[in-house]
């Protein structure tokens, strides 16, 4: 992955703002238990990578999904993540990874989860948290924006 190849230049903090068409949104990232997908969320953030990038696919009651270079469903950065499974739950507010079949397909596609999903706990990694601006996200549409993530200091 090559990702890891950048974590010294990663800024410490693990707090993101995220400017959608719908308003702000901040996040908490969890790299005590999801430390390679923290690490390569916050690398494609500082590459810019996610700036202008359409939720592709939005589940009422379920989840509003992003991060797809080619806003089919089916891109992603190139590489693959290992799973890192934890205990966190898929509560509403969870930031989640996204991925095909595989346990470890993950890459660059998340999703924010917009009502509690046990089912989904302990197969998909979750590594983050929505701290404020949830009420944006129950606005997404399919087809609205991402426009900038930064990573707050």
């Known amino acids: 992955m090559t990702a890891t190849a950048h974590a010294a230049d990663l800024p410490a903090s693990n ?11 901040t996040v908490v990232l969890y790299p005590d ?3 390679k997908h923290v690490e390569a969320f916050k690398t494609l953030v500082q590459k810019g990578f996610y700036n202008g990038l359409k939720f592709h696919r939005v589940v009422p009651g379920f989840v509003a999904q992003t991060g797809d270079p080619t806003g089919t469903g089916t891109g992603g950065p190139g590489y693959t993540l290992k799973a890192e499974f934890n205990n966190k ?8 990874m996204a991925r ?5 397909s993950a890459g660059s596609q998340f999703y924010f989860v917009l009502e509690a999903a046990p089912h989904l706990d302990n ?3 979750v590594f983050g948290e929505v ?3 949830m009420e944006n996200i129950d606005k997404i549409k399919v087809g609205d ?7 707050v200091e």
């Open 100 to 104: 095909a079949a595989s346990p470890d």
């Open 145 to 151: 924006t991402m426009e900038t993530l930064k990573i």
């Open 15 to 25: 707090t993101v703002e995220i400017t959608t068409s719908k308003g702000p949104v």
């Open 33 to 35: 238990v999801a430390p």
């Open 123 to 125: 197969n998909y990694t």
């Open 89 to 96: 739950p898929h509560k509403r507010g969870a930031l989640g």
């Open 131 to 133: 701290t404020s601006g």
